[in-house]
Antibody, heavy 119, light 110 residues
Framework: QVQLQESGPGLVKPSQTLSLTCTVS??????????WSWIRQPAGKGLEWIGR???????NYNPSLNSRVTISVDTSKNQFSLKLSSVTAADTAVYYC???????????WGQGTRVTVSS | QSVLTQPPSVSAAPGQKVTISCSGS????????VSWFQQLPGTAPKLLIY???KRPSGIPDRFSGSKSGASATLGITGLQTGDEADYYC???????????FGGGTKLTVL
């Protein structure tokens, strides 16, 4: 059973860079044809896809966040990471990592981690 | 504003059936597969339906999905109080190269 777990600071100051890591267990991040995604949800609001990485090469980012987002993968640690630069209060949200199959299924999700942007 | 449009809320009595719609333009739903996610209070979203109508292993057949034209529908029969949750539709938009989601629908089982 694949499991994903987000980790990182729960509080980030405005203008700084938000950094989160998702650790994958129960399977190799490098096996199969999977994408590894980040999705966020502000309190009381809907889901917003941030971006994804394909371990065999390539990333896609939400056009609205593209200039601030970097997603990378560390196959040796079975982890992938999110960096979101120049954060503001609008970036305060619960951040989820998720696995996406080649057939467009977001089938496994982490439990989410709450990040607050505040001075 | 979401690319996909869902009603903000629906409600029905235990044991009854409810449907939740997800509408978009023909360019973002018409020829594309839609997924549905269930988010119970305080938990992460969970894949409920994929490819418009397929259920992952472990999802009861009380949950069903369908699509017609530029609209997708989630159906839930035999409603239980444990079905109270937010439900989201979503799909990979190849023109944006991004996932897009509906705004979510809160289901209340009266």
């Amino acid at each position: 059973q694949v499991q994903l777990q987000e980790s990182g600071p729960g509080l980030v100051k405005p203008s700084q860079t938000l950094s989160l890591t998702c650790t994958v267990s129960g399977g190799s991040i490098n096996s199969g044809s999977y994408y590894w995604s980040w999705i966020r949800q502000p309190a009381g609001k809907g889901l917003e896809w941030i971006g994804r990485i394909y371990t065999r090469g390539g990333t896609n980012y939400n056009p609205s966040l593209n200039s601030r987002v970097t997603i990378s993968v560390d196959t040796s640690k079975n982890q992938f990471s999110l960096k979101l630069s120049s954060v503001t209060a609008a970036d305060t949200a619960v951040y989820y990592c998720a696995r996406e199959t080649a057939m467009d299924q977001l089938d496994y999700w982490g439990q989410g981690t709450r990040v607050t942007v505040s001075s | 504003q979401s690319v996909l449009t869902q009603p903000p809320s629906v409600s029905a009595a235990p044991g009854q059936k409810v449907t939740i719609s997800c509408s978009g333009s023909s360019s973002n739903i018409g020829n594309i597969y839609v997924s549905w996610f269930q988010q119970l209070p305080g938990t992460a979203p969970k894949l409920l339906i994929y490819d418009n109508s397929k259920r992952p292993s472990g999802i009861p057949d009380r949950f069903s999905g369908s699509k017609s034209g530029a609209s997708a529908t989630l159906g839930i029969t035999g409603l239980q109080t444990g079905d109270e949750a937010d439900y989201y539709c979503g799909r990979w938009d190849s023109s944006l190269s991004a996932w897009v989601f509906g705004g979510g629908t809160k289901l209340t089982v009266l």
